[in-house]
C-alpha cells in the first residue's frame, strides 16, 4: 500500500485528492476496500521524483515548468506516489513521483 494523491490542472480549487493505492491483487483480498481505482498510467508521461509538500502548485512546479519549457502538452492531471518516506526535524515527510500524461493525439 502506497499514499497517493491526483490533481486536476483544470479544477485546482478542487485542490490534491488523496488516496491509498494497493496492487491489484491486495486490493481484492482485503474486505470493504472500494474496487474502483484512478487510472495510475499512461503509455506517454512527464515523470519526476519530489519532497511530499501540502502545497501542492510547489510539488508540481517543476513538472509543469519543464513541460512549459520544452512545449509539453499534458491531458491536465497529474498524479503522485509516495516513493519512500522518512521523518525530518520530527515531521513526516517523502519523496513522491510525479506523473502527467502527455497529450498524443490518442486520447478518448
Do not use: W
Not at 501540502?54 to 517543476?62: D, H, K, S
Not at 498524479?79 to 517523502?94: A, C, D, L, P, S
Request: charged content about 30%; some cysteine.
Amino acid at each position: 500500500m502506497s499514499v497517493s494523491f491526483c490533481y486536476n490542472l483544470a479544477e485546482p480549487e478542487k485542490g490534491m485528492r488523496k488516496y491509498f493505492s494497493f496492487p491489484e491483487e491486495t486490493r481484492l483480498k482485503i474486505a470493504n476496500t472500494r474496487v474502483d481505482m484512478m487510472e495510475e498510467r499512461d503509455d506517454h508521461c512527464l515523470m519526476t521524483e519530489v519532497y511530499y509538500s501540502e502545497n501542492i502548485e510547489e510539488m508540481t512546479a517543476p513538472l509543469l515548468s519543464y513541460a512549459e519549457e520544452n512545449k509539453i502538452c499534458l491531458q491536465g492531471m497529474i498524479y503522485g506516489r509516495e516513493g519512500t518516506n522518512f521523518f525530518k526535524n520530527g515531521i513526516r515527510t517523502g519523496l513522491y513521483k510525479l506523473y502527467a500524461p502527455i497529450q498524443t493525439g490518442r486520447e478518448k
